[in-house]
Each structure stands twice: as C-alpha cells, then as structure tokens.
C-alpha cells in the first residue's frame, strides 16, 4: 500500500510540474518539513528549511513572471525542459523502490514523461489562446494553469490516489475529444470531397450534352 501512495504521489505532482515548475517541488518541500512526506536517499535536502526559502522565491517568481505579455512564450522554451526535470525529481523524491537505478530509471520515464506531456498541453493551449485572440485569453489561461498546479499539488499530497484518479479521468476527457474532433474533421473532409466528386461530374454530364446538340462541325466548349 506504501509503494501504491508513494506511486501516486509522485504521479501526481509530476503532472502539477508540467502546469507550473516549482510548484509541486515546494509542495513537497512544504511536506517534509512538516513530516507528512519523507523525500527518499538523497533528495533528503528537500525538507530543509533553505531549500523551502529558495523554491518558494523561485516558485513566485515563476507563477508571476507568468502573467507578463510575451514572456510566458519566453518562459516556455525554458519550461518544458525543466518540467521534465521537475517531475523526475519529484518523482524520485518520492519513489520507494529500493534499488536507486530503478528509483531513477522509473522517475526519469513516468515521471518526466507525465510531466512534459502536461506541460506541451499547456504550451499548446496558450498558442491556441495567442493564434485566436491575439494573446488577450492568456492571461486567464495562465491564472487557471497556475491555480492547477496548487490544487493538484496540495491533493496530491493529502490525498495522492484521488490526485492520480482525477488525472486519468481527466486524461480519457481529453483524448475522447481529441479523437472525437479528429472523427468529425475527417467526416467533414469526406463530405467536401464528395460534393466536390459530385459537382465536377454534373459539370462534366453538362458539358457532354451540350456537345450532342450542336452540329458535328462544332466544338465543344
């Protein structure tokens, strides 16, 4: 049951990484010094009081300089390879597996692979935002963004299964419409298509009647 809580723990607050980089890391700071998590070997660091100081500098800095025109696309090129760091660390940190290869090896694959999934999907979404509204929906995609990583993170370590049930559910609702909008353009794709098969053919049928009613010594046009 540890490992299950520990599994889901660290799943969860990699995901939050990928929403906002330090927000899960002083999370789970907040945690240790609290004695409510115990980072693993030697991410033991983690529960000292200087590194909560610094990650929460960091994390300010970060949820803030957010909301600023144009640099959250700045912000971006360098958060998705840090969110992939995040999230193995915070997975690491809480991985319980014994052997420190496995405890990295699986950290760096689950953990560093949820957390830049996440993380493009955020990118994505506010160069969605940026393409059709001109950068005016940003900032509320930012806010919601940012108060995600805090929600997620503080139940992730309150109540870590429920975290990870949220994100899969929340997972199967995005590739459900994912697939669903892929079905429809490709519906819409056929449809045009056809019509298109459909009117050249008319034309054609036209055209050809118009041929069989004029004289033999004439063109058709």
């Known amino acids: 049951m540890d490992w299950a809580l520990s599994m889901a723990l660290g799943l969860s607050l990699a995901a939050a990484a990928g929403l906002r980089?330090?927000?899960?890391?002083?999370a789970l700071s907040l945690a240790a010094n609290m004695g409510w998590v115990?980072?693993?070997g030697e991410l033991a660091w983690l529960g000292d009081w200087p590194a909560?100081?610094?990650?929460s500098a960091l994390c300010l800095s970060e949820i803030g300089a957010y909301f600023l025109p144009w640099v959250d696309h700045a912000l971006d090129v360098l958060a998705t390879p840090l969110a992939a760091a995040a999230g193995t660390v915070a997975a690491a940190a809480t991985f319980d597996v014994g052997h420190?290869?496995?405890q990295w090896l699986g950290a760096a694959i689950v953990g560093g692979g949820v957390a830049s999934g996440v993380q493009l999907a955020a990118v994505a979404t506010r160069g969605l935002s940026t393409i059709t509204t001109g950068?005016?929906?940003n900032p509320a995609i930012n806010a919601v963004q940012s108060v995600g990583a805090v929600l997620l993170s503080v139940v992730a370590i309150l109540l870590p299964v429920l975290a990870l049930a949220v994100l899969v559910v929340v997972a199967v609702l995005v590739v459900r419409w994912v697939v669903r909008r892929g079905v429809r353009a490709g519906r819409t794709g056929g449809t045009g298509?056809?019509?298109?098969?459909?009117g050249?053919?008319?034309r054609g049928s036209d055209a050809a009647a118009r041929c069989g009613v004029r004289p033999a010594h004439t063109l058709c046009a």
């Open 200 to 202: 050249a053919a008319t």
């Open 135 to 137: 950068g005016v929906a």
């Open 100 to 102: 420190p290869i496995v």
């Open 38 to 40: 115990t980072p693993t």
């Open 52 to 55: 909560m100081a610094v990650l």
């Open 193 to 198: 298509s056809a019509r298109a098969a459909e």
């Open 21 to 26: 980089v330090f927000v899960p890391m002083l």
